[in-house]
T-cell receptor, first 114, second 113 residues
Framework: DAGVIQSPRHEVTEMGQEVTLRCKPI?????LFWYRQTMMRGLELLIYFNNNVPIDDSGMPEDRFSAKMPNASFSTLKIQPSEPRDSAVYFC????????????FGEGSWLTVV | AQSVTQLDSQVPVFEEAPVELRCNYS??????LFWYVQYPNQGLQLLLK??????LVKGINGFEAEFNKSQTSFHLRKPSVHISDTAEYFCAVENTGFQKLVFGTGTRLLVSP
């Protein structure tokens, strides 16, 4: 299996622009997670989906952030408008059904907002 | 809600020396525990996990961890480290029956010759 695939790997954008991060989870996995990693706050869970349905979005920082999962093989995380404090590494991860299963991470999308 | 504390932000150690990375968790229900490793510019990958059974869990690359319920700890150990073990290590906890994995702040292991 190709693993969790994220794009873009790196993005530099200007403040105020819209940013869209994309994720393709591992085929057959039931859960998809979006995490954000920064030096200050570590790894934060932003939102997760079960069978394409958002279950918990309590970690989404504010209304500028939105996430969708239109089908089992694709998800997006959108920031509009972007701000410099959104600069971080955004990880997508997926896992099969059942608590205790391993979560598999993508390589991350490195976002810099200038 | 569950939480994880990794007290050491950075642990320097010489090659071939033993190392222990500490992890304590807090939860009102039973938990599953994980250690993940992150090499520079990469995603996280699983080192080992505790679900049930033996409290001593062995993982990849010679790492092991021991679950101690009374002390709510899950410390990671390796008897002899290599330069290639230099990475960030994350402890994580999942409340049994739930899917949400909460991570600690990470410990950077620096192995020098």
């Amino acid at each position: 299996d190709a693993g969790v695939i994220q794009s873009p790997r790196h993005e530099v954008t200007e403040m105020g622009q819209e940013v869209t991060l994309r994720c393709k989870p591992i085929s057959g996995h039931d859960y998809l997670f979006w995490y954000r990693q920064t030096m200050m706050r570590g790894l934060e869970l932003l939102i997760y989906f079960n069978n394409n349905v958002p279950i918990d979005d309590s970690g989404m920082p504010e209304d500028r952030f939105s996430a969708k999962m239109p089908n089992a093989s694709f998800s997006t995380l959108k920031i509009q408008p972007s701000e410099p404090r959104d600069s971080a590494v955004y990880f997508c991860a997926s896992k099969p059904l059942s608590s205790g299963n391993t979560i598999y991470f993508g390589e991350g999308s490195w976002l810099t907002v200038v | 809600a569950q939480s994880v504390t990794q007290l050491d932000s950075q642990v320097p150690v010489f090659e071939e020396a033993p190392v222990e990375l500490r992890c304590n968790y807090s939860s009102s229900v039973s938990v599953y525990l994980f250690w993940y490793v992150q090499y520079p510019n990469q995603g996280l990958q699983l080192l080992l996990k505790y679900l049930s059974g033996s409290t001593l869990v062995k993982g990849i690359n010679g790492f092991e961890a021991e679950f101690n319920k009374s002390q709510t700890s899950f410390h990671l150990r390796k008897p002899s480290v290599h330069i290639s073990d230099t990475a960030e290590y994350f402890c994580a906890v999942e409340n049994t029956g739930f899917q949400k994995l909460v991570f600690g702040t990470g410990t950077r292991l620096l192995v020098s010759p």
